[in-house]
């Protein structure tokens, strides 16, 4: 077939592109010409999954000496199971895994039954210097045995000198405390802290003073029982902090109230660079709740706001005090306001609900920023 090599590169790229994780099209693709074989092979191979299940065949393929898909593997997703007969098979393929220079995301699911360091801090975890986007969830600690030794969660972090965003879902497990030489990641400056993480890494890098350095910050899933102790390191955000986002995590229980707490905890500092505000995933709560939950986020001082995106509670939505929402996001409040976005926590009448937002905001829908968004 010579129908790729008449069309010009870059829209060759552009379709290939288009057909994402469709790997018959992409392997098809590969087939056309020469012109094409690069992009398709970048994109059939962009993630690898590495599990215990399919380790031996990937360090199989690492070895060959007919590998060509090496330079194209940008992001890893690896599963490590303790226990697992394959599981060493992990460290044994570190060396091959160093070849990987253009991986730029890891994705680590664990789940660990053993107080051995050499699991966290040797062989697959020294692979990917040049990772700059890790993501670690699952239990470091299981299974029915009870362990003496803490599980060294901040080295092996360390283990990654070019990381840039941390994101930790959740994680289960006594955690050691780190030791003098581990520092954070210099160029650490997002996080992104789910169930059971803000506490232990806000305390951690409060510690190395980095918070400074945090530039976007999402937490998901803070229970009451965390808010004493993020409450001092969050006074530390302030200067720096440009994104920040509070979500509800799907196992966390009373979230609008501790949503509430936390809200209060940023209204104590001001944030002169703060630039995107999010709240999201509001679960169904008393009308008091939706108010002061509100009422909270117009205490936060932000002048460089530009966008706020809310999810609000669509059940009592005739209920909040919008014109106090309306007057508060006036161009004298924040003059580089850019964008409002409204989104209700339930299917609705998407119409219904944005005329009444028009209606019960009529300042912000003057200003032509208020949006809508399905949820």
């Known amino acids: 077939m010579r129908i790729g090599s008449k069309l010009p590169q870059e829209l060759v790229d552009m379709t290939i592109d288009c057909l994402g994780g469709h790997s018959a099209s992409l392997k098809a693709c590969s087939l056309v010409s020469r012109a094409w074989i690069s992009r398709s092979r970048s994109c059939l191979f962009e993630t690898c999954f590495i599990t215990p299940e399919n380790v031996l065949a990937f360090r199989d393929l690492m070895r060959s000496p007919c590998c060509t898909f090496i330079r194209h593997i940008r992001s890893i997703q690896a599963e490590r199971r303790h226990g697992h007969k394959n599981d060493g098979c992990f460290s044994e393929i570190a060396p091959n895994l160093r070849l990987l220079e253009n991986v730029r995301s890891l994705k680590l699911m664990i789940i660990n ?19 700059t986007h890790l993501v670690i969830t699952g239990h470091l600690q299981g299974g029915e045995v009870s362990f003496s030794q803490p599980v060294p969660l901040f080295e092996m972090i360390c283990l990654f000198p070019s990381l840039q965003s941390l994101h930790i879902p959740m994680i289960s497990g006594t955690l050691a405390d780190p030791p003098a030489s581990a520092v954070p990641p210099p160029r650490l400056h997002i996080l992104n802290l789910g169930l059971h993480s803000p506490p232990p890494i806000l305390a951690w890098l409060r510690a190395f003073g980095h918070l400074p350095n945090i530039r976007k910050l999402v937490l998901a899933g803070v229970q009451q029982s965390d808010i004493p102790y993020i409450c001092e390191p969050i006074q530390e955000l302030g200067s720096a902090l440009h994104h920040l986002e509070i979500k509800k995590n799907p196992l966390g229980t009373r979230w609008l109230s501790t949503a509430v707490q936390i809200l209060e905890l940023f209204t104590s500092v001001p944030f002169p660079h703060l630039k995107t505000l999010v709240i999201r995933d509001l679960s169904a709560g008393t009308l008091n709740s939706s108010n002061e939950l509100t009422e909270a986020m ?50 609705g009448d998407y119409h219904a609900t944005f005329q009444f937002l028009r209606t019960a905001l009529p300042l912000l829908t003057a200003s032509g920023l208020l949006a809508l968004e399905l949820p």
């Open 298 to 347: 117009m205490r936060i001082t932000a002048p460089a706001l530009e966008s706020l995106s809310f999810t609000f509670d669509l059940l009592f939505c005739r209920g909040k005090n919008w014109t106090m929402l309306d007057t508060f996001l006036s161009p004298a409040q924040f003059p580089r306001l850019r964008n409002v976005m409204l989104q209700p926590n339930s299917p």
């Open 113 to 131: 039954r053993t107080n051995d360091d050499v699991f966290f801090l040797t062989g697959f975890m020294t692979a990917f210097p040049n990772v």
